[in-house]
């Protein structure tokens, strides 16, 4: 018995070996001829792109458009027609540029909204003193949130009241489902 357990180890037959030695010098020609194909498609796809490269830049909006004229310089300026003089006119003046604008009557009727009252500015909060960062702790751990960026809740307005806060759910994705029957 051999070490797998199946029985006498017998020499495989020379045709076999032969086989195998063939399949695998051919093997080893096609994978060579295969790195060769691989090799000249990417030479021409990197071809390909140079040459729609050249194309983007002589084509329509390109940067060597074919339909691109040079700005006419002081020489080639050609001065528009001068329209006819009306000598007896007096001159026309240009409207000045500051308007007037005519405040609109207040509306009556309808429910009116009434001005809101003159409160005092909120206190402003007095800085704080804060300590420096300390060498030894990594810098995430220095971090210190600013206290006169604190947070206002969105319903802080007086005199207005505030909506309901949503009703509760009792499960993940909303009331359960009663079990079958």
Not at 52 to 68: R, V
């Amino acid at each position: 018995m051999n070490k797998n357990g199946y029985g006498p180890q017998v020499p495989a037959p020379k045709y076999l070996n032969d086989f195998s030695k063939a399949l695998a010098g051919e093997v080893r020609i096609l994978l060579a001829e295969v790195g060769k194909l691989r090799d000249e498609r990417r030479a021409l796809q990197f071809e390909i792109s140079e040459l729609m490269q050249l194309k983007s830049k002589h084509g329509a909006g390109g940067e060597y458009a074919p339909d691109w004229r040079p700005q006419p310089g002081p020489a080639q300026i050609e001065p528009p027609p001068a329209p006819p003089a009306i000598e007896d006119a007096p001159p026309v003046q240009a409207r000045p540029g500051w308007r007037v604008v005519h405040k609109r009557p207040e509306r009556r009727g309808g429910a009116r909204i009434p001005p809101p009252q003159a409160t005092s500015p909120p206190p402003v909060p007095q800085p704080q003193y804060i300590e420096p960062p300390r060498p030894e702790l990594p810098a995430w751990a220095q971090w210190r949130p600013n206290p006169l960026l604190a947070p206002t809740p969105v319903n802080a307005t007086p005199g207005l009241p505030s909506s309901p806060p949503p009703p509760s759910r009792s499960g993940l994705f909303g009331p359960p489902t009663p079990p079958p029957k």
